[in-house]
């Protein structure tokens, strides 16, 4: 039996969470794997080298924020020629885990296509697309353009399974209305998916949506409210790029009165839980 790992990302902790509850939420997300059997590993960059497990005292130092880049893809050479502090997205993540080894990562939501005539994709798609990780989430974040998000998914050849629904959740409320490819009720059927996906030499990652707990969702209405209020305010302070989610995200938790950030924290929990179910699966 191989050792249980689950990676986890760290631009939750420098970039997504307000000081100290980023730091509280990064401990507890790792007490909650190490719980149900699996050891964490807390991804980023720390000197311009890729870690894959950063100690406590490292953690700490990206929750302060300061001098700590947010790095994607594109961002990974400059980020190591120059010795950098960076926090993982989605996709540096899955690279940072992939290169070491590991099968499973747990994060929040999926970055996907973004709302707008303006075409503007994440690196989460790409990376999905072309390294071997499974990937646990509520769906993608429900700021993006859902039914392009899972259109390109599909172009891509990224299996969608649902674990323990039909339709893919969409972060904030448990369903979106569009199809998962497969729905697993077990870690176990989640594991024989994966291993079979490996077995046949395909390249791709592999996406595991899971809903918010049901005590933690938005009401439909009150997220689209929120989402749309959001839009609207960023449109106003032409906020664009990399600085776009971190806002629209921010504005949604204040607009709700901290029930979508509520949402957030219940949601990162529960997909790291079941994140360590899979990897002992796989492990088992």
């Known amino acids: 039996m191989t050792t249980p790992l689950v990676a986890l990302e760290s631009t939750v902790i420098a970039h997504g969470l307000p000081y100290p509850q980023n730091y509280e939420t990064a401990l507890h997300l790792e007490a909650v794997v190490r719980a149900a059997g699996a050891v964490p590993r807390t991804c980023g960059f720390w000197q311009g080298e890729p870690v894959a497990g950063l100690t406590p005292e490292q953690i700490a130092y990206f929750a302060q924020g300061t001098g700590v880049r ?112 497969a729905r697993c009720e077990t870690p176990e059927e989640v594991a024989a998916i994966w291993r079979a996906h490996r077995r046949l030499g395909l390249r791709t990652g592999m996406l595991v949506t899971v809903p918010v707990p049901e005590d933690a969702a938005l009401p439909e209405a009150v997220a689209q409210e929120a989402i749309d209020a959001a839009l609207a305010a960023a449109q106003a302070a032409h906020v664009r790029g990399k600085a776009l989610t971190p806002f629209l995200l921010a504005f949604i938790a204040e607009h709700t009165g901290e029930a979508a950030l509520r949402a957030n924290l219940a949601l990162l929990e529960n997909n790291a839980r079941l994140a360590a179910a899979i990897a002992r699966a796989l492990a088992g």
Do not use: N
Not at 118 to 133: K, N
């Open 70 to 181: 947010k790095a994607s893809l594109r961002d990974l050479a400059i980020v190591a020629a120059r010795g950098l502090h960076a926090a993982t997205t989605v996709a540096t993540t899955m690279w940072v885990a992939h290169r070491h080894g590991i099968q499973v990562f747990a994060t929040g939501g999926l970055g996907g296509v973004h709302r707008g005539q303006d075409y503007d994709e994440s690196a989460d798609l790409t990376a999905l697309a072309t390294l071997p990780v499974l990937v646990v989430c509520a769906g993608a974040k429900a700021i993006l353009d859902l039914p392009r998000t899972r259109e390109r998914l599909e172009t891509l050849g990224v299996p969608v399974i649902g674990y323990g629904v039909d339709e893919m959740p969409a972060f904030y409320t448990r369903s979106s209305g569009l199809p998962v490819d």
